[in-house]
């Protein structure tokens, strides 16, 4: 029996989010076992209260458990949210140190860059060079011709 969308997607916001089925299952305040059931299909037709407080509990909707087409990284977790904290005061060290007017765009975009740069190595140290590069980047495609 193959996996369905609701287990694959289910398994994948638990290991994003880095916590235990049954640290899930504590923290929505759930039966043990019930998300287990349900990852392992023991449980086929989970409720919509379950499936709700599941989905509140991992910051998700319901619409996202059943999702085909999601992809994990879509969402933030508890080490994103760290990464985050680190990036942006380099960021905003590095415009001021390159004394830059950038806008609201560009600033968003060097974030995101940075964050996907750093993302799959959170606890590497930040390299303000590598900030430096990225808002030279955004400059000279800015005022290239």
Do not use: C
Request: glycine letters at 2%; a neutral charge.
């Amino acid at each position: 029996m193959s996996d369905t969308v609701l287990q694959k997607n289910l398994y994948k916001f638990i290991k994003e989010r880095n916590i235990q089925i049954t640290e899930l299952e504590r923290k929505a305040e759930l039966k043990k076992n019930s998300v287990y059931n349900i990852i392992k299909g023991i449980s086929r037709k989970p409720s919509a209260e379950i499936l709700q407080t599941i989905a509140d509990t991992l910051g998700v909707s319901i619409k996202d458990l059943y999702n085909p087409n999601i992809k994990v990284n879509d969402y933030l977790g508890q080490d994103d949210y760290i990464l985050f904290q680190k990036i942006l005061p380099e960021i905003i060290k590095t415009i001021k140190k390159l004394n830059l007017v950038v806008s609201e765009t560009e600033f968003s975009q060097t974030l995101n860059e940075v964050f996907n740069y750093y993302r799959p190595t959170p606890d590497e140290s930040i390299d303000n060079k590598i900030i430096e590069w990225i808002l030279h980047q955004r400059i000279q495609e800015k005022y290239s011709i």
